[in-house]
């Protein structure tokens, strides 16, 4: 079955790299963007031109960010997360790209040096002016207190936002060229839980495909770029690498 095509070319390949996205975070009880029940199913995105230009647009953001982060505070690392964890320890796998600002790959062991967030980092929040880094307690304090104003930053007045990267924002300059750097070595890539429909970052997979490694596609539902996989599994992340999360 799958599960063993897997196994097979992960024990084969030189460099395996896993490309996540919010699928593999969804057994944690947080949920993606675009299925049934999706973030972007409920509220539209809000554009980067439009959070540094309307005051009422970072109110927004913060009181959306907060009804989230209470109920997700607590999420831990799910199978998908724990399997990879248990992969980059036995040398099995070269690198975790993702798109995910959970920080849910962290949690599960994964170190700096083995992790490219393509998207940043949702657990804590930068003044974009000056760049001061603010825990998110701080923020909601100031949220709280002010009756629902996002607070400016003390040191320069410049905008308080979470260090994620909303539509319309540069792409971080080193993620992309560490994500590039390991595509490129990659033999095997492996999508999870991604529709792969917000560029640039579905280029990874396109781009390893087209230097010649190995493209498996994990998710519930078909991608644009199923034909080009050497392997779609049509299944939930947690349920086809479980057998990865276990001790050999
Ligand atoms: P999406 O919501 O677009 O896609 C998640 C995919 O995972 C969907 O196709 C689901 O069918 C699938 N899925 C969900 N749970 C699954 C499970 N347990 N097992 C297998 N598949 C599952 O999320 P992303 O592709 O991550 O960017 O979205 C990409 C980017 O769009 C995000 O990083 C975010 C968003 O806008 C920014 O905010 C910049
Ligand atoms: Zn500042």
Not at 19 to 31: L, N, Q, R, Y
Request: hydrophobic share 40%; proline share 5%.
């Amino acid at each position: 079955g799958a599960q063993a095509q897997l196994s097979d070319w992960l024990d084969a390949a030189h460099c395996a790299v896993a490309f996540t996205g919010a699928g593999i975070s969804t057994e944690c009880g947080i949920p993606d963007f675009r299925s049934p029940g999706g973030l972007w199913t409920q509220n539209k995105p809000i554009p980067f031109d439009v959070f540094l230009a309307m005051k009422s647009a970072r109110n927004e953001a913060w009181k959306r960010k907060f009804v989230l982060e209470s109920a997700f505070a607590g999420a831990r690392p799910g199978r998908g997360h724990v399997a990879l964890a248990r992969l980059l320890e036995q040398g099995k796998l070269g690198g975790v790209i993702t798109q995910n600002i959970d920080g849910l790959h962290q949690a599960s062991g994964v170190g700096e040096a083995d992790l490219i967030e393509l998207h940043g980092n949702g657990t804590y929040a930068t003044c974009l002016d000056c760049g001061t880094r603010y825990e998110l307690g701080w923020v909601k304090a100031r949220f709280d207190t002010s009756g629902g104003i996002a607070p400016d930053c003390p040191h320069c007045g410049g905008p308080i936002k979470a260090a994620t990267i909303s539509f319309g924002q540069a792409m971080p300059e080193t993620e992309m060229r560490r994500a590039d750097a390991l595509t490129r070595q990659s033999d095997l890539f492996i999508v999870l839980g991604s529709s792969l429909v917000v560029f640039p970052a579905a280029q990874f997979p396109l781009q390893a495909k087209d230097n010649g490694a190995r493209l498996v596609i994990v998710n519930r539902e078909p991608t644009d770029f199923d034909h080009l996989a050497d392997l779609v599994v049509h299944a939930d992340i947690g349920d086809v690498l479980a057998p990865f999360a276990r001790n050999a």
